[in-house]
């Protein structure tokens, strides 16, 4: 062995199975053998995941760099039922553009394999197939780029390292009119604006939702203001006509709000930098001067443009006469909790609905519909947690939802949810308190707009606009309640030793200049399964006390770390923060592990 070679811990990595099969290899089936000699970098995600995307987005400049050495395998491993249909899992990779072969393991094999808890976690295994790095959540890829070269440097002088083309096969594109359509607006001429997000572009329907009139964008992915035929958007959402004419586009992976002028088609930046905001970032500001995260639907409502800013858990607003963005309500902490703004918690807010006295938006990882009031306070109308989904009608206290992308807001005061992951259409009435079902057999609906007596539906995965009338009568339709697929980690009762493990990259240290380098945040539901350990501190390790009277429950634990160059010579160290939310099902046993460990970044000795 070189003896400049880094020491690492080695595990052997164990193999790849999954009963979906595998994407984008052409029908090869592949196993670590098939692999050996290449760098492979697994990618464990589930595509509801707004975390799991942004990875996505971090890994194609390191998949480019390193296309002759770097494999990089999708591992799909689902949260919701949804999630584990095939289908589903072959739409996503489509939709978010997903160049690498993905691995379809509906039951979550290779994950426990893995010993994974988190999505999305990254393994990285060497040419001899063992497993040198973990690392949960993300903004690690600039720490495994580093390892990356390490590894090419050490196994070129072993000569263990095999350079060559990689194994992903293009799918062959389908002829339609849109591709995964993400949101919807009623332009005043009555046609529709659309934003055609897997071809990076907004595209003008007739009145018929069929014929195309104009398309604005280029159709690659870009971030470049311009007229309609040079402008560049990627994977463009929310859609928002203002009073002056205009339309505001949520331009998600650009992390970005625009401005499209309909009458010349000019596309401006209203908001955003084309970075993605991490914490300690500023959270409020000249509009073009602030960070975004994954703004995935926006609407006007009184006096401000409101944004679902998915990535971080968050509602912001854009005020249009300071030029301006601020954070209107949620801590950036991911989960269901009611109350005034600064304190509520979200989970991915991807859908908005204004009216005068409310507004709506669905929070589509707790599958819940939520409103916010003038006063700035939140409240949650349907919806359990993190963890609890299905398609049940009747009282809202325990009705449920599947992963919702849209809300619209309807004439007689109830609300439409574009309830995805079900594909179907709810309602709301707040009148009545109840929850039914106004349509099934949708594909992936993700947005709804009125027109007249119809309403007009998004359904994603069929590439299409469907009109629909909205009925007098509910549909009925059959109870479902699903829990998360992942099967609980059984633990002692009493005394629970956690460790968040983090190694900080080669070259770097943690970085305290400006306060404790670390954050560790943990509660549980029920709330009553900790006696003790709950709340916020800087340590990464704490005691935590388990009630023995709670059979089983989930763990919240919310771990931060800051690293920077460790190299005085360095006049401006580059610097990262890495970050990761985990929901740890726990049962309570007496034959349980005394110590929970979870990887931020690292290996567990």
């Known amino acids: 062995m070189n003896d400049a070679a880094p020491r690492r811990a080695r595990v052997r990595a164990p193999e790849l199975t999954g009963k979906g099969g595998w994407l984008n290899t052409g029908g090869h ?182 014929s195309v009139m104009r398309v604005f964008g280029a159709g690659t992915r870009g971030f470049a203001d311009g007229s309609a035929a040079t402008a560049t958007f990627s994977e463009p959402q929310g859609l928002a006509l203002l009073d002056d004419g205009s339309v505001v586009v949520a331009d998600t992976v650009n992390h970005a709000l625009r401005r499209l002028d309909l009458a010349t088609g000019e596309v401006t930046t209203l908001a955003g930098t084309g970075r993605q905001w991490w914490r300690g970032s500023p959270t409020s500001g000249p509009a073009r001067e602030v960070d975004l995260s994954s703004p995935w639907d926006v609407a006007w409502w009184r006096g401000r443009l409101w944004i679902a800013m998915a990535g971080v858990h968050q509602l912001w607003a854009y005020d249009p006469q300071e030029g301006t963005v601020c954070v209107m309500a949620g801590t950036t902490d991911e989960g269901l909790v009611d109350g005034p703004g600064e304190e509520a918690w979200f989970a991915q807010p991807s859908g ?14 707790t599958s819940a519909l939520r409103w916010v009031d003038p006063d700035g306070s939140v409240h949650t109308a349907v919806g359990q947690g993190l963890f609890d989904f299905g398609h049940r009608d009747g009282a809202a206290a325990q009705a449920l939802l599947q992963h919702p992308l849209g809300v619209t807001a309807l004439p007689d005061g109830s609300v439409a949810v574009s309830d995805t992951y079900n594909h179907a259409l709810r309602r709301y009435d707040p009148a009545t308190g109840e929850v039914t079902t106004l349509a099934t057999d949708l594909r992936e609906p993700s947005d709804a707009v009125l027109d007249g007596d119809d309403i007009v539906v998004v359904e994603s995965a069929r590439h299409r606009l469907t009109r629909l009338r909205l009925p007098e009568e509910a549909v009925k339709v059959p109870d479902v309640a699903h829990r998360t697929r992942r099967e609980p980690t059984e633990v002692a ?38 006696r003790e350990g709950e709340g916020a501190g800087t340590e990464l390790s704490r005691a935590l006390d388990l009630d023995p009277s709670v059979p089983e429950g989930v ?51």
């Open 29 to 210: 089936r592949y196993s670590l053998t098939d692999l050996r000699g290449r760098i492979v970098i697994l990618d464990f995600w589930t595509f509801c995941c707004i975390n799991c995307l942004h990875v996505l987005d971090e890994l194609r400049e390191l998949e480019e760099k390193h296309r002759d050495t770097v494999v990089v395998i999708g591992v799909h491993s689902p949260k919701f039922a949804h999630e584990a249909e095939h289908g589903a899992v072959a739409d996503a990779v489509e939709r978010y553009g997903v160049e690498h072969p993905v691995l379809d393991d509906p039951e979550l094999a290779t994950w426990k394999q893995y010993a994974v808890r988190a999505w999305p976690t990254l393994v990285v295994i060497d040419p001899e197939g063992y497993v040198v790095a973990q690392h949960a959540g993300e903004g690690h890829v600039h720490a495994i780029e580093r390892l990356v070269g390490e590894l090419e440097e050490e196994h070129t002088a072993k000569g263990t390292l095999r350079r060559g083309d990689g194994p992903y096969v293009a799918p062959e594109p389908e002829p339609t009119v849109l591709r995964f359509p993400g949101k919807a607006v009623l332009l005043p001429g009555g046609t529709f604006l659309v934003s055609d997000t897997t071809r990076h572009r907004l595209v003008e329907l007739a009145a018929d939702g069929e």
């Open 352 to 365: 908005l609905a204004a009216t005068p006295e409310r507004l709506w938006l669905a929070d589509s990882e």
């Open 493 to 530: 009762p009493g005394r629970l030793r956690l460790d968040v493990v983090f190694q900080a990259p080669a070259g770097q240290k943690l970085d305290d200049r400006y306060g404790p380098a670390t954050r560790l945040l943990v509660s549980s539901t029920p709330p009553e399964l900790l």
């Open 555 to 605: 763990l919240h634990v919310s771990a931060m770390a800051a690293s920077c160059d460790d190299d005085p010579a360095i006049e401006f160290p580059a610097c990262h923060v890495h970050q990761q939310d985990w929901g740890v099902p726990v049962r309570l046993a007496g034959t349980g592990t005394g110590r929970l460990s979870l990887v931020l970044a690292g290996t567990d000795a």
